[in-house]
């Protein structure tokens, strides 16, 4: 016996998490953990752009073969359907634009698998997120913070962490950027320092969100009508899971000036277009929140927010709301504020919280 503490490393077969592992192993006991969430026939896998493929399974098996650690492969394939490919689908379905990742981080790597750590008799589970996590003895709480390497931070999918969670869980290459991570690989001799980073949603490999939502549920949705903000019908719309706010392309309707998504309305399958400039307000609420780094305050307090995952965090004022929602207005109207995306917000490096976009 070590008498070291045990990790249970998620290992996806990339070079962020093979080297995350790599690392750990200098002061732990590191296991390998690759998740099988669906078989390649389900979803018409293109093993080149995702993050799940039976090649990565491989990958991840190979990279821990180097290593010299141990390695297991757990089938959360029904979780995974249910907590984030059907989630998805019901969003698109009543109008909302989900981000599937941040339901993957919920409910499958910070839940099941952490579940399955502790059953296991690990202590903590690693991963090869780009974000930090320390403690703070003024307030008793364990803090997450952006990675070092800002063009990778992920701590804006990671906001529904809690206290629990981020006390058994460990991000070792938080602190590098993504050329240090590489360079790390390949002084370890692994194969995969510089393969292709993942792209798009693993289960939607090409993009075609609609196409996807149709075959997977065995549903087709009508067309309707394109509307102004004022209720004039302009033209006719493919179905209202093809469209998301701030849309332009692939509208298929000349009006003779640029047209964009403003709302979709699921209760009358009608798609209001507008201007770009109708795209812009101060002014969004969220719901489902949670506080990560501190507690929820109960006076306003001034943040910085981001509304997608690869926007530049915005300052504004937050006002907590009586029912546990939030609003934060703005110092400068933001475009195309999408209902279903996430509202996350920070104090310089640290992540507060974040909720969903109402």
């Not at 979803?43 to 190979?62: F, G, M, P, Q, W």
């Not at 403003?262 to 969004?284: I, M, R």
Request: aromatic share 10%; hydrophobic share 35%; charged share 25%.
């Amino acid at each position: 016996m070590s008498g070291r503490k045990k990790v249970l490393a998620a290992m996806s077969g990339g070079v962020d998490s093979t080297v995350a592992a790599a690392l750990l192993m200098q002061e732990y006991d590191v296991t390998g953990a690759t998740m099988r969430l669906f078989t390649n026939e389900e979803i018409r896998l293109d093993n080149s752009k995702t993050c799940c493929s039976l090649e990565d399974v491989e990958d991840a098996r190979a990279a821990a073969f180097r290593l010299g650690i141990d390695h297991y492969v757990f089938n959360f394939g029904e979780r995974f359907r249910e907590c984030v490919i059907d989630r998805f689908n019901r969003s698109y379905i009543n109008g909302l634009t989900p981000n599937p990742c941040i339901d993957c981080n919920r409910y499958i790597k910070f839940d099941t698998l952490l579940r399955r750590a502790a059953e296991t008799g690990h202590d903590f589970v690693a991963t090869g997120h780009y974000v930090r996590r320390d403690f703070d003895d003024a307030t008793g709480r364990y803090r997450l913070k952006k990675g070092i390497d800002e063009s990778k931070d992920q701590s804006y999918v990671l906001y529904n962490l809690t206290q629990e969670q981020l006390r058994h869980t460990l991000f070792p290459i938080g602190g590098l950027t993504k050329a240090q991570t590489r360079e790390i690989a390949e002084q370890y001799g692994l194969s995969n320092a510089h393969k292709a980073e993942s792209q798009d949603i693993c289960f939607v490999p090409d993009g075609d969100y609609a196409r996807f939502i149709e075959e997977f549920t065995g549903t087709t949705f009508p067309k309707g009508n394109f509307i102004d903000t004022s209720g004039h019908v302009l033209g006719e719309h493919n179905g209202l899971i093809r469209y998301t706010i701030g849309q332009r392309k692939g509208l298929g309707i000349a009006l003779g000036a640029p047209a964009y998504v403003l709302s979709k309305n699921v209760q009358d399958n009608t798609v209001t277009l507008g201007s770009n400039e109708e795209l812009f307000h101060d002014t969004v609420t969220a719901n489902d929140v949670n506080w990560v780094s501190v507690e929820c305050p109960r006076e306003p307090i001034r943040v910085m927010a981001k509304i997608r995952y690869n926007q530049k965090a915005q300052p504004g004022t937050l006002y907590p709301l009586e029912d546990g929602g939030v609003r934060v207005v703005f110092d400068a109207p933001q475009r195309a504020i999408t209902p279903g995306q996430a509202l996350v917000f920070y104090d310089d490096d640290i992540l507060l919280g974040g909720g969903r976009i109402v």
